[in-house]
Nanobody
Framework: QVQLQESGPGLVKPSQTLSLTCTVSGLSITTSSYAWGWIRQPPGKGLEWMGVIAYDGTTYYSSSLKSRASISRDTSKNQFSLQLSSVTPEDAAVYYC?????????????WGQGTQVTVSS
C-alpha cells in the first residue's frame, strides 16, 4: 500500500520561501514510470496542480507559478520536496502531495492527507 505524508511549517511569512516535504512509503519514488506531484487547494477554490518530479528526477511545473516553484527529491529517504519562493497571502492553501500513475497522465491515485499553509506576518 502506497502512503504519502506531507510535512512542513503551517505558517509562513510573506516574501519568505515555503518548504514542504512528502514522505512516501510502500514504493520507491524511483520506480518507473511514476511521477510525484504537488497540488494545492486555496480556500474556496478548486485544486491547482503545481508540478511533479518523475521517477527519473525530471521536473515539470505549472506555468502559472513561473520560476517560484522548485521540486527536488532525496531518494535515500524516499522523499520529495516543494519549495515555493516569494509567497504571498494568495499562496495560502491546503497542500497535497500525490502519485501520478504515469508521467504526464495527471491520474493521481494516491494522495497525502494534506497540510494547511497560512501566509501571514
Amino acid at each position: 500500500q502506497v502512503q504519502l505524508q506531507e510535512s512542513g511549517p503551517g505558517l509562513v511569512k510573506p516574501s519568505q520561501t515555503l518548504s514542504l516535504t512528502c514522505t512516501v512509503s510502500g514504493l520507491s519514488i524511483t520506480t518507473s514510470s511514476y511521477a510525484w506531484g504537488w497540488i494545492r487547494q486555496p480556500p474556496g477554490k478548486g485544486l491547482e496542480w503545481m508540478g511533479v518530479i518523475a521517477y527519473d528526477g525530471t521536473t515539470y511545473y505549472s506555468s502559472s507559478l513561473k520560476s517560484r516553484a522548485s521540486i527536488s527529491r532525496d531518494t535515500s529517504k524516499n522523499q520529495f520536496s516543494l519549495q515555493l519562493s516569494s509567497v504571498t497571502p494568495e499562496d495560502a492553501a491546503v497542500y497535497y502531495c500525490a502519485r501520478d500513475e504515469r508521467v504526464g497522465s495527471a491520474a493521481y491515485d494516491y494522495w497525502g492527507q494534506g497540510t494547511q499553509v497560512t501566509v501571514s506576518s
